[in-house]
């Protein structure tokens, strides 16, 4: 029999209508996992430890509804598996646009492997590995080239030609549109370390435009030759058809998945990832990896501009060489694009006459302040970011953002779906812009997509916190930890004790963690023995919920597992609340409609798109079917009379039924 040592938060603020159970009280035994030599395995991403979602079953959920909706259908192989998929963009031609649309399909896909030519571009894939080099990994399907030129394609079909070939997306733009697009973005600062960019920050516009020209020509035409020999493998999105409306973004976006996964998906995907998609369209709000809250913090540039600035800028097209903005326009009209009426400055010479001193520094910063103002920006995640006078059309002045308010903490408890939770909260701090946060006691899987997550919050007290063993002493200290600085809002989980119990078994018995003292010898266990075995065991876990339960209130909103598994209405209900809870009027209608359509690809009963549902390799099957949850409920009986009476007390101290 294992022991365990039950300890009550010694504060007269916390009522416990729980007995101590005598008998467990001498030992005490950790449920923690051994960290170093589990710890050592680990793959290293951005100099960060990235644990595989097999490292930490502490959270992975486990239910019969998941059974339920999985029952009858054997899982089918992923695209991802069958041929090489490639991105390809170029500098100023929309790179950002494309690479982060690509982004939310390439995540619901569960991708975990990428790679990207040369080292260019930033994030491809939210998870995993990205930042590899193709050549070095040539097994890697998700890959994405920034620079991509005429032998590239070529290339790529005899490479791929005997291994299932590929497919990819390209974005194009008005080429003449890209070198005003550059001059403003590399006129503000932007990539100080890009050759293109050099000196470019001094240079007005008069100068500035043809000499922006002649840097960007090779990137044009290296554009221009791919778009040549993409047929039939690579499909061609317009910037300007995607920025133009949200029509223009639903329809490429479809064509995309259309053409790039055929039947190979369901059609119940396809809505999810054109649902995911649309955060990049600047049309609908800015919620997207291209546009968040966290664009200030990181110290970025702004890459929008209004159209007052982008028209003064390309006044002085008909400065570049002639020679030049023929072949320019060629490609223009090769693409596609309507010819641009380029005017002669003919009131400029003149004016250059006029003095002596025409020109000095002092002068020509007066008479180019306008141009030196141009395109102010949100984001510098290097080459290919994009910048639109639709962007600016829409840009609001940014509300302050939640997270530097107060601390927001997610609070779980082992088998009372940990994994559900945190994965919900998942999307809303990613379209928050969460960039750092840290964990209690090192225990539980990545709680935020980017940035730092795995800090330890008594050496790194973030904002964004996950405590994956949450007590009512935990609670206490933090309200009294924050009580000065903002204080705290948070959301919990929690389940009928007895459904832990059988889920704990369920789940320990598959042989899931063993380096969990709560799984020891449970793999060999029939139901008759393990079941009431497993009851001693998740006490202390059982009664730490009920414990942080009792005083959540004022700043925690309590989530049951079973409404948000039981239908997507109360999925959808519950997420509804939380955001309330959590942020009231500080973010806006929009911005919660945006948080919700993204949590919902966590709901087990529509579709299986979401961080809790992916299959991951050497993972243990985290769910079960109703026989095999009514098997182990039958044994139920056989606990321990006392002991099933505390579980009894628990199950009225949470408000589930006891019969």
């Given at each position: 029999?294992?022991g365990?040592y039950?300890?009550?938060?010694p504060?007269?603020?916390?009522?416990s209508p729980l007995?101590?159970?005598a008998?467990?009280q001498?030992?005490?035994?950790?449920l923690?996992a051994?960290?170093?030599?589990h710890?050592?395995s680990?793959?290293?991403?951005?100099?960060?430890?990235?644990?595989?979602?097999?490292?930490?079953?502490?959270?992975?959920f486990?239910?019969s509804a998941?059974?339920?909706?999985?029952?009858?259908?054997?899982?089918t192989?992923?695209?991802l598996d069958?041929?090489?998929?490639?991105t390809l963009?170029?500098?100023?031609a929309?790179?950002?646009l494309m690479?982060?649309?690509?982004?939310?399909?390439?995540?619901?896909?569960?991708a975990?492997?990428?790679c990207r030519y040369?080292?260019?571009?930033?994030?491809?894939?939210?998870?995993?590995?990205w930042?590899?080099d193709?050549?070095?990994?040539?097994?890697?399907?998700i890959r994405?080239?920034?620079?991509?030129?005429?032998?590239?394609?070529?290339?790529l079909?005899?490479?791929?030609?005997?291994?299932?070939g590929?497919?990819?997306?390209?974005?194009?733009r008005?080429?003449?549109?890209?070198v005003?697009s550059?001059?403003?973005y590399?006129?503000?600062?932007?990539?100080?370390?890009n050759?293109?960019?050099?000196?470019?920050?001094?240079?007005g516009p008069?100068?500035?435009v043809?000499?922006?020209a002649?840097?960007?020509?090779?990137?044009?035409?290296?554009m221009?030759e791919?778009?040549?020999v993409?047929k039939?493998?690579v499909?061609v999105?317009?910037?300007?058809r995607?920025?133009?409306?949200?029509s223009?973004?639903?329809?490429?976006?479809?064509?995309?998945?259309?053409?790039?996964?055929g039947?190979?998906?369901?059609?119940?995907f396809?809505?999810?990832?054109?649902?995911?998609?649309?955060?990049?369209?600047?049309n609908?709000?800015e919620d997207g990896?291209?546009?968040?809250?966290?664009?200030?913090a990181?110290n970025?540039v702004?890459?929008?501009?209004d159209d007052?600035?982008?028209?003064?800028?390309r006044?002085?097209?008909?400065?570049?060489?002639?020679?030049?903005l023929?072949e320019l326009?060629?490609?223009?009209?090769a693409?596609?694009?309507p010819?641009?009426?380029?005017?002669?400055l003919?009131?400029?010479?003149?004016?250059?006459?006029?003095?002596?001193?025409?020109?000095?520094a002092?002068?020509?910063?007066?008479l180019?302040?306008?141009a030196?103002?141009?395109?102010?920006?949100?984001?510098?995640?290097g080459?290919g970011?994009?910048q639109t006078s639709l962007?600016?059309?829409h840009?609001?002045?940014?509300?302050?953002n939640?997270?530097?308010?107060?601390?927001?903490?997610?609070c779980?408890?082992?088998?009372?779906?940990?994994?559900l939770l945190?994965?919900t909260?998942?999307?809303?701090?990613d379209?928050?812009?969460?960039?750092e946060?840290c964990?209690?006691?090192?225990?539980g899987?990545?709680?935020?997509?980017?940035g730092?997550?795995d800090?330890?919050?008594?050496?790194?007290?973030?904002?964004?916190?996950?405590?994956?063993?949450?007590?009512g002493?935990a609670?206490?200290?933090l309200?009294?930890e924050t009580?000065?600085t903002?204080?705290?809002?948070?959301?919990?989980?929690?389940?009928?004790?007895?459904?832990?119990v059988i889920?704990?078994?369920?789940?320990?018995?598959?042989?899931a963690e063993p380096?969990?003292?709560?799984?020891?010898?449970?793999?060999?266990m029939?139901p008759?023995?393990?079941v009431p075995e497993?009851?001693?065991r998740?006490l202390?876990?059982?009664?730490?919920?009920?414990?942080a339960?009792?005083v959540?209130?004022?700043e925690?909103?309590?989530?049951r597992?079973?409404?948000?598994?039981?239908?997507?209405?109360?999925?959808?209900?519950?997420?509804q609340?939380?955001?309330?809870f959590l942020?009231g009027?500080?973010v806006?209608?929009?911005f919660?409609?945006r948080?919700?359509d993204a949590?919902?690809?966590?709901?087990?009963n529509?579709?299986?798109f979401?961080?809790s549902?992916t299959?991951?390799?050497?993972?243990?099957?985290?769910?079960?079917?109703?026989?095999?949850m009514?098997?182990?409920?039958?044994?139920?009986?056989?606990?321990?009379?006392?002991?099933?009476?505390?579980?009894?007390?628990?199950?009225?101290?949470?408000?589930?039924?006891?019969?």
């Amino acid at each position: 029999m294992h022991g365990y040592y039950i300890a009550t938060p010694p504060n007269s603020d916390m009522a416990s209508p729980l007995r101590q159970p005598a008998a467990l009280q001498p030992a005490r035994r950790s449920l923690r996992a051994p960290s170093s030599p589990h710890r050592l395995s680990t793959p290293r991403r951005r100099g960060r430890t990235v644990p595989t979602i097999a490292e930490d079953g502490q959270g992975l959920f486990q239910t019969s509804a998941r059974g339920r909706s999985k029952s009858g259908r054997s899982p089918t192989s992923s695209p991802l598996d069958k041929r090489v998929y490639v991105t390809l963009a170029w500098h100023k031609a929309g790179t950002q646009l494309m690479r982060n649309t690509m982004r939310w399909i390439w995540d619901l896909l569960d991708a975990r492997e990428a790679c990207r030519y040369d080292g260019y571009g930033v994030d491809l894939i939210s998870h995993g590995f990205w930042e590899q080099d193709c050549p070095e990994h040539p097994d890697v399907k998700i890959r994405f080239n920034n620079h991509a030129n005429q032998t590239f394609l070529p290339a790529l079909r005899a490479d791929t030609a005997s291994s299932g070939g590929f497919k990819g997306v390209m974005t194009l733009r008005d080429p003449l549109e890209m070198v005003i697009s550059s001059y403003c973005y590399h006129h503000r600062g932007a990539e100080p370390k890009n050759p293109i960019s050099v000196g470019m920050v001094e240079l007005g516009p008069k100068e500035g435009v043809p000499e922006m020209a002649k840097r960007m020509a090779p990137i044009i035409r290296d554009m221009f030759e791919v778009f040549q020999v993409a047929k039939p493998e690579v499909y061609v999105s317009h910037f300007e058809r995607m920025t133009g409306s949200s029509s223009g973004f639903n329809q490429t976006v479809k064509e995309i998945l259309d053409f790039l996964f055929g039947d190979e998906v369901s059609d119940h995907f396809k809505r999810r990832a054109l649902d995911a998609a649309a955060h990049e369209d600047l049309n609908r709000g800015e919620d997207g990896f291209s546009f968040s809250f966290h664009s200030e913090a990181d110290n970025q540039v702004n890459h929008t501009s209004d159209d007052q600035e982008l028209n003064e800028a390309r006044s002085y097209l008909s400065l570049v060489d002639q020679e030049l903005l023929e072949e320019l326009l060629h490609f223009q009209k090769a693409l596609g694009y309507p010819p641009t009426a380029v005017k002669k400055l003919s009131w400029l010479l003149p004016a250059l006459a006029l003095s002596a001193v025409t020109f000095t520094a002092a002068a020509a910063e007066q008479l180019w302040q306008a141009a030196g103002e141009f395109c102010k920006d949100q984001h510098q995640h290097g080459p290919g970011l994009f910048q639109t006078s639709l962007a600016r059309r829409h840009a609001r002045s940014k509300p302050e953002n939640p997270l530097d308010k107060r601390v927001y903490v997610t609070c779980t408890s082992h088998k009372a779906g940990s994994q559900l939770l945190r994965n919900t909260m998942r999307w809303i701090l990613d379209l928050l812009g969460a960039r750092e946060g840290c964990r209690y006691d090192h225990m539980g899987q990545e709680f935020l997509t980017h940035g730092v997550w795995d800090q330890e919050c008594s050496e790194h007290p973030a904002n964004v916190r996950f405590h994956n063993h949450i007590s009512g002493k935990a609670l206490l200290e933090l309200r009294a930890e924050t009580a000065q600085t903002g204080g705290f809002r948070g959301v919990m989980t929690i389940r009928n004790p007895l459904e832990m119990v059988i889920s704990s078994y369920c789940y320990h018995h598959r042989g899931a963690e063993p380096w969990n003292s709560i799984s020891d010898g449970m793999a060999s266990m029939h139901p008759k023995d393990g079941v009431p075995e497993m009851a001693r065991r998740m006490l202390p876990v059982v009664y730490n919920m009920v414990q942080a339960y009792q005083v959540t209130k004022p700043e925690v909103y309590v989530s049951r597992f079973e409404r948000m598994t039981g239908s997507s209405t109360g999925f959808n209900q519950t997420v509804q609340e939380m955001l309330d809870f959590l942020f009231g009027n500080e973010v806006s209608d929009n911005f919660k409609r945006r948080a919700l359509d993204a949590a919902v690809h966590e709901d087990l009963n529509r579709g299986e798109f979401g961080y809790s549902f992916t299959d991951h390799t050497n993972d243990v099957n985290h769910t079960s079917d109703e026989q095999e949850m009514d098997e182990a409920r039958s044994y139920l009986s056989l606990v321990d009379k006392d002991l099933m009476a505390h579980y009894k007390e628990m199950q009225k101290a949470l408000g589930y039924s006891t019969e």
